[in-house]
Every structure is written in C-alpha cells, then in structure tokens.
C-alpha cells in the first residue's frame, strides 16, 4: 500500500468530502500524499446500491485526486470496538504509515460516524504498540484530527479552503445517489437529497466568514498539539 501524509477514516464512501474534502483537495495540491479508508460500503443507505456507491467514490476520488482509497467493507450500524474489526484499521495504519490520521467527530447524530471515531482512536494506539500482534512494523501517528460532518461545534483548527471548495463540491456532486433526487431511478426523499449540499456550502461559508475567509473547514483535536497547518 502507498504511504500517505495523510489518512481520513470515514464510516461511509462521501463522509470524508463531506467533512473536509477541500482540506484534502489541498494537501494534494501542494503535493502531499492523502488516502481515504472508508469502512464499510453503506449498503444499508437509503438509496444507491453498494456498486453504485463504489463507482461514485472512484469518480469522487479522481476529482480529488486522491493517492489511494480503500474500503473495508465492514457491516454498515455493524462497526464494532472488537479485536477484528480494530486490527484492520490498524493494520492499514501501519502499512500506510500516516503521519496524520482524520476521524470524524466524536459527537454526530449518526451513531456510526460515532462509533468510527471511537474505532480509529484506538486502532490508531493499537498500531503503534511494538508488542501488540499485529503484522507490520510498529507505527506512531503524530496527530489524530476529528473532522465534522453534521455537527459544527467549536473548532480547534481552521483550515482556509477557499481556493480548493469548488472541488469538494465537485467530487459531493459525484455521489448522485445520495445528494441528487432521480424519480427515474425510485429514490426516496431523504434529508440528503434535499437541499443538503447548499447547507455545506453554507456551513463552511459561514466558518470562513467568523476568519476572514471565503470558505474554512473546521477539525477538532483532543491534544491541541497545532493550531495551524497541519504540514508546514
Ligand atoms: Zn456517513
């Protein structure tokens, strides 16, 4: 597997750009090394088929131009603290040898973007124990950052993202299934394919406008090491 700079965990294919998509679309920009692991396939979504999931995640990764993704297929509201679950997290840490790791918030409304936190938080401890047994050699990630998804508490971070938003947008519009309502295809109403990415919009305008910028996303730290960019 490539090694990354940077590598956002995501419970479902699309909450990673939702997140922070321009902060990846950033970092790529300036030439750094950003995957995305998405641990399970949503097949419990709404709308979509997982296929159709997979196929929009790949054009939303090349509009991102993402290093790599992957996925873990891990039972969608099956995400689990357990011994097998967390090794895989691990064991992609490991080989992938981030220097920052991404989860989503600790709280949101959807328990699964809860529990992954919870997941990556304690893989990413797990991977960097020289004992624990687990193939690869030991790992130690210099951050974990927490990126929101429907909540917007206080952040701790703020990234300026106003040249890269369009392209967050870009690859959001990838995910048809879930954002678009298509009466062809027998959708369902739901909260995401109704206005749900001009709140996105509105949500990172309105963090940027509290900065001076056109548009920001905002992360979260528990140790609070940086306050600025995340690689100088
Ligand atoms: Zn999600």
């Avoid at 951050?143 to 392209?167: G, K, N, T």
Wanted: charged share 25%; net charge negative; aromatic share 8%.
């Amino acid at each position: 597997m490539s090694q990354l700079d940077l590598l956002v965990f995501a419970a479902h294919p699309d909450d990673a750009e939702i997140g922070m998509g321009a902060t990846i679309a950033k970092h790529l920009t300036a030439g750094l090394r950003v995957g995305i692991c998405d641990l399970t396939e949503a097949e419990l979504s709404s709308n979509g088929t997982p296929a159709l999931r997979r196929a929009e995640a790949v054009a939303a990764s090349e509009i991102l131009g993402l290093t790599l993704r992957i996925n873990l297929a891990l039972p969608d509201r099956g995400l689990r603290c357990d011994r097998k679950q967390l090794d895989q997290i691990a064991t992609v840490i490991r080989e992938t040898r981030p220097r920052l790791v991404f989860a989503p918030y600790w709280f949101d409304r959807h328990p699964d973007h809860v529990m992954c936190s919870q997941m990556v938080e304690e893989a990413v401890f797990n991977a960097k124990l020289r004992r624990y047994p687990l193939a690869g050699e030991a790992h130690q990630v210099e951050q974990v950052y927490y990126y929101f998804i429907h909540e917007l508490p206080q952040a701790d971070v703020v990234m300026d993202v106003s040249a890269e938003h369009e392209s967050k947008m870009l690859a959001l519009a990838a995910y048809r299934s879930q954002f678009l309502h298509i009466d062809e295809l027998d959708m369902v109403v739901t909260p995401l394919n109704q206005g749900y990415l001009e709140q996105v919009v509105e949500r990172d305008r309105l963090l940027g406008r509290r900065y001076g910028m056109k548009f920001a996303e905002g992360f979260a730290s528990k140790t609070a090491q940086r306050r600025t960019l995340f690689l100088d």
